[in-house]
């Protein structure tokens, strides 16, 4: 029975890894995990990306993010949009919209908001999320122009602009 039980556990452990798998973790070209807990992974959807405006020193970028809730088997797609000020090295975050469905695919809550942007912690997951997207659409140089500015390096604790803390891969 000793020697059993091990491979029971093993087995158990595979098994539960198996169940939590998911179309987004099966598909890299399209989705790239930017945050994860317990019982939920945050994708960015590479397909959604698109430069909405390009005038600078204003631009704006507009991407979805996927949210798949393991223990409910909800997934909620968050429409999201980052707006950059080069003059003032600030980026500014709105939420239009939010749809979440449960597995078997109805809509659990669809929201549309009205809201005016919000300014982006330098410190939060969405300022690291809006810089790797602007290094993709406009270069490194000038992403790291927001990184190192210095209200943005003031604002936050941990060393923002190290690659490491940006998620792996090419967006797009």
Same mark, same amino acid.
């Given at each position: 029975?000793? @020697?059993?039980?091990?491979?029971?556990?093993?087995?158990?452990?595979? $098994?539960? *890894?198996?169940?939590?798998?998911?179309?987004? %973790? %099966?598909?890299?070209?399209?989705?790239? +995990?930017?945050?994860?807990?317990?019982?939920?992974?945050?994708?960015?959807?590479?397909?959604?990306?698109?430069?909405? +405006?390009?005038?600078?020193?204003?631009?704006? /970028?507009?991407?979805?993010? /996927? !949210?798949?809730?393991?223990?409910?088997? /909800?997934?909620?797609?968050?429409?999201?949009?980052?707006?950059?000020?080069?003059?003032?090295? *600030?980026?500014? #975050?709105?939420?239009?919209?939010?749809?979440?469905?449960?597995?078997?695919?109805?809509?659990?809550?669809?929201? /549309? @908001? %009205? !809201?005016?942007?919000?300014?982006?912690?330098? *410190? *939060? $997951?969405?300022?690291?999320?809006?810089?790797?997207?602007? +290094?993709? #659409?406009?270069? !490194?140089?000038?992403?790291?122009?927001? #990184?190192?500015?210095?209200?943005?390096?003031?604002?936050?604790?941990?060393?923002? %602009?190290? +690659?490491?803390? #940006?998620?792996?891969?090419?967006?797009?």
């Amino acid at each position: 029975m000793k @020697r059993i039980f091990p491979f029971v556990i093993i087995f158990m452990v595979i $098994l539960s *890894s198996l169940c939590f798998a998911n179309q987004y %973790d %099966d598909h890299p070209d399209k989705y790239i +995990k930017i945050d994860s807990g317990a019982d939920f992974n945050t994708y960015l959807d590479k397909t959604s990306i698109k430069s909405v +405006k390009y005038a600078p020193p204003y631009y704006t /970028i507009q991407c979805d993010n /996927i !949210e798949f809730d393991q223990a409910d088997g /909800i997934t909620a797609k968050t429409t999201v949009i980052y707006y950059y000020d080069f003059n003032t090295k *600030s980026i500014q #975050l709105q939420i239009p919209q939010n749809i979440a469905h449960t597995e078997d695919g109805s809509i659990s809550y669809n929201s /549309i @908001r %009205d !809201e005016p942007p919000v300014h982006v912690d330098p *410190s *939060s $997951l969405s300022f690291k999320e809006s810089i790797m997207l602007f +290094k993709q #659409l406009y270069g !490194e140089k000038y992403a790291n122009t927001f #990184l190192n500015a210095p209200r943005n390096k003031a604002e936050t604790n941990s060393n923002i %602009d190290n +690659k490491n803390d #940006l998620p792996l891969g090419e967006i797009v």
